[in-house]
């Protein structure tokens, strides 16, 4: 982990300059300097180690791609002609023109999207930026309102010809049919990359799908996964919470197999688009991989002692009943190796407890600052079986 030890290294004097920071929700921590925030996540996550009772690992080594300029997607509000973030003093929408925790292709599509006028008060708006620079809007908004954008035409047609755009909470595709827009399915395209070592992959999803926040701040988590899972040669594993494939691809490029277990249906076709347009060359990946739908914080009919590792990547909620079948096994058929990775230490930490109590120790922890100037974090950890 040496080269990435040295990647994810950071200039600890650096301070953000924002002329709302008295007023942005968005970041807590942009008085500080950029060390003293990666500090900060350091302790607090120790903290919560020794609350619950655990030994943390000999250091946490906080990874950084940088203290600003990460984002590659803004999910942002409309509220009476003002686009932005809610205000710290009260529940208003503050107008945000300018943010330097965007990166420099997104802060351009928002300068560009803020010119629109919108004909109705209020929305939720996710603006996104791709691998190779193309621009996404999703426009999560009432159904009335979407009906006001499909009549009055010229925003969409504006819109459509710098940016794809998906429409409410179904992500349907407006499409122009010659005379009226229609909504259409929801499509699949490249909105963000993953990486097998040095290669970066192009994953299909949607606007509107969950991905890590930051192209560049995800090399790193990418890598941390990869460099983990080679560690254990020959790995069969199982991952909870795949999604479009992030996570299962850098682990895949060096696992004998996975299986994977998700229950968003429209991740799990992107992740599907993403395996049939793999490279010729990464084609017999494929072969290695085996999907499942289905809610595995209820249940899960997968049998642990068919897997040397875990790859874990949860929602907030963390993993709950996933977790039983392991606890109900004997020790030794348990999985050797346990890989956690989660922006929501809290529920890590619950887990945790569980898992030492069925005999893993956490070897390793990274804390991955892709959400820099703000108090999140993003935490990956690697337990072993005793
Ligand atoms: C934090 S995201 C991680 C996604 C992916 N690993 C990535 O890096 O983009 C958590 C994932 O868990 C999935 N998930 C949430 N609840 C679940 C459940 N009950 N069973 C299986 N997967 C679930 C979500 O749909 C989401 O894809």
Not at 35 to 53: N, W
Not at 197 to 226: G, M
Not at 265 to 284: I, R, V, Y
């Amino acid at each position: 982990m040496a080269k990435l030890l040295k990647k994810g290294s950071f200039n600890r004097e650096e301070q953000a300059s924002c002329r709302l920071h008295n007023l942005c929700s968005g970041c807590q921590y942009l008085d500080l300097p950029y060390g003293t925030q990666c500090d900060l996540k350091k302790d607090q996550l120790l903290q919560l180690f020794t609350e619950f009772g655990l030994s943390s690992p000999g250091s946490i080594q906080v990874l950084s791609a940088g203290s600003a300029s990460l984002r590659d997607r803004l999910d942002f509000s409309l509220e009476g002609g003002r686009l932005g973030l809610y205000r710290k003093d009260r529940r208003e929408v503050l107008d945000i023109s300018e943010c330097s925790q965007l990166s420099p292709a997104l802060q351009s599509w928002l300068s560009q999207f803020r010119k629109i006028k919108w004909p109705f008060q209020k929305g939720s708006i996710r603006l996104r930026v791709g691998p190779q620079g193309q621009k996404g809007v999703w426009l999560d908004f009432a159904n009335i309102d979407i009906k006001t954008l499909l009549d009055e035409k010229t925003i969409l047609h504006e819109l459509q010809k710098e940016a794809f755009v998906e429409i409410g909470q179904r992500r349907k595709v407006p499409v122009w049919t010659g005379s009226e827009f229609k909504l259409r399915d929801p499509e699949m395209h490249v909105w963000f990359q993953t990486w097998m070592n040095e290669r970066p992959v192009d994953l299909f999803c949607q606007v509107a799908s969950f991905t890590q926040p930051s192209l560049r701040a995800n090399k790193i988590i990418c890598d941390v996964i990869n460099g983990w899972v080679q560690s254990f040669p020959r790995s069969r594993l199982i991952e909870f919470g795949s999604g479009i494939g992030n996570l299962t691809l850098p682990a895949l490029a060096v696992a004998e197999s996975l299986t994977a277990c998700e229950i968003d249906a429209l991740s799990l076709e992107g992740l599907q688009k993403t395996l049939e347009n793999l490279p010729a060359d990464l084609q017999t990946l494929r072969k290695k991989i085996e999907i499942h739908r289905g809610d595995f914080q209820k249940k899960l009919m997968q049998d642990f002692s068919q897997f040397d590792g875990v790859l874990a990547n949860p929602p907030r909620s963390g993993l709950m009943n996933f977790l039983n079948p392991l606890e109900e096994l004997s020790p030794e058929k348990r999985p050797p190796f346990f890989i956690y990775m989660s922006c929501f230490p809290e529920s890590l930490v619950k887990d945790v407890v569980r898992l030492k109590n069925c005999g893993y120790d956490l070897e390793e922890v990274y804390i991955v600052d892709q959400f820099p100037q703000t108090s999140h974090y993003e935490v990956l950890a690697l337990l072993q079986r005793k």
